[in-house]
């Protein structure tokens, strides 16, 4: 069964449209014209969440008007560059593409976690 290419874009389209409703009304055009904004994926090139990142990122970039890098972190299953974004500042200038493995399962896998799923991070909208 083949899903029609209409469809199949519907979910990209809705997340994009979505993160640019976020920065419209954040007002962090102005802001992010200063400063890179980095969108860390915790798993390695050409990954899934790295395809996405990488798509939406060049979106965002011109709707922001801002230089955005995507940055891979792999290692352990995404806890390495999970970790690496729970210790950054919250200004929202580094972002993670983080998944179920990061925060759902992780917690559940490790007993001890470099960095608390529910309490390090802002969620800014789910990807499907």
């Known amino acids: 069964m083949s899903i ?3 469809a199949a874009r519907a ?3 809705r997340f994009s ?3 640019l409703a976020i920065a ?3 007002g962090g055009a102005a ?3 200063q400063r890179v904004i980095r969108v860390v994926v915790p798993y390695g090139t050409g990954a899934v969440q790295d395809t996405i990142a990488r ?3 060049d979106e965002l970039g011109r709707a922001l008007n801002a230089s955005i890098v995507v940055e891979n972190r792999a290692g352990a299953g995404g806890t390495v560059g999970t970790e690496y974004v729970g210790r950054q500042p919250a200004d929202g200038y580094t972002i993670l593409m983080g998944s179920v493995s990061t925060h759902g399962s ?4 490790y007993s001890k976690l ?3 799923a529910l309490k390090d991070f802002t969620p800014l909208t789910v990807v499907a």
Do not use: G, K, T
Request: charged share 15%; proline share 16%.
């Open 4 to 6: 029609p290419h209409r």
């Open 11 to 13: 979910p990209f389209r």
């Open 17 to 19: 449209a979505l993160l």
């Open 24 to 26: 419209a009304a954040c």
């Open 31 to 33: 802001h992010a014209e």
């Open 55 to 57: 798509a939406i990122s």
């Open 106 to 109: 992780a917690p559940c896998v």
């Open 114 to 116: 470099p960095y608390d």
